[in-house]
């Protein structure tokens, strides 16, 4: 049975047993409510630049399910990668249509971003080297226009369909980086995890949420 179905039926019976539905909205905290209503950020806009990563821990019962697998990550379950796009930072991710109205690549504001993470539960990473950004833009945009579908075969061998992690790898190999994601074992298939953007080594914290 392929990962997808699995991951779908596992949670679908997780959100009947133990929830009772499947819900997907977010449960916001009060504060980033309020930031989010202001039009205001938890954060200094100022500190981020462009090839930062944003990760969240999303609300849906998939999402707790990936946060689970793919520990130890500070619990993040979803990334994506900052870019100057149209005058202001956006993000560049790829989402699956089981969990989304959109299957694929796509791009949103930081803002909106952040307003699906559970109880406000987000970070902010920085490559602890310089990037070759205008590279990276360039494939992330050309990625985007060719509207690529996300990758429910989780499949590391082709970037004709990209799951978040595997989306951020294929824009840093793009630019000439080394590999350094590592990989779990999830249900037979080796996964790209959140690991290496919480490895010193690699990423300094740039910012973080209090849950």
């Not at 991710?93 to 989304?100: G, P, V």
């Not at 990473?125 to 950004?133: A, D, E, S, T």
């Not at 990625?143 to 992690?165: A, G, I, M, N, W």
Request: hydrophobic share 40%; glycine share 6%.
């Amino acid at each position: 049975m392929p990962l997808r179905k699995i991951l779908l039926i596992a949670g679908l019976v997780i959100s009947v047993l133990i929830l009772g539905r499947v819900e997907h909205r977010p449960v916001r905290s009060a504060q980033l409510q309020n930031d989010l209503q202001s039009k205001a950020l938890t954060f200094d806009i100022d500190l981020i630049q462009e090839g930062d990563i944003i990760l969240r821990k999303g609300d849906s019962v998939l999402s707790h399910l990936i946060a689970r697998n793919l520990a130890p990550a500070d619990d993040m379950s979803h990334c994506g990668m900052i870019f100057r796009v149209d005058g202001r930072l956006q993000v560049i991710h790829t989402i699956s249509k089981a969990i989304s109205d959109i299957d694929g690549i796509r791009i949103n504001t930081i803002e909106d971003f952040i307003t699906e993470a559970a109880s406000g539960h987000y970070c902010i990473v920085r490559y602890q080297k310089p990037l070759g950004i205008k590279t990276m833009k360039s494939e992330a945009l050309h990625l985007l226009k060719q509207r690529v579908p996300f990758d429910h075969d989780f499949d590391l061998e082709t970037s004709s369909h990209l799951y978040c992690t595997e989306l951020i790898r294929v824009l840093f190999l793009k630019s000439g980086e080394q590999d350094f994601f590592s990989k779990r074992k999830v249900l037979g298939k080796q996964i790209l995890d959140f690991a290496p953007f919480f490895n010193p080594n690699h990423f300094e914290t740039v910012y973080a949420s209090k849950r």
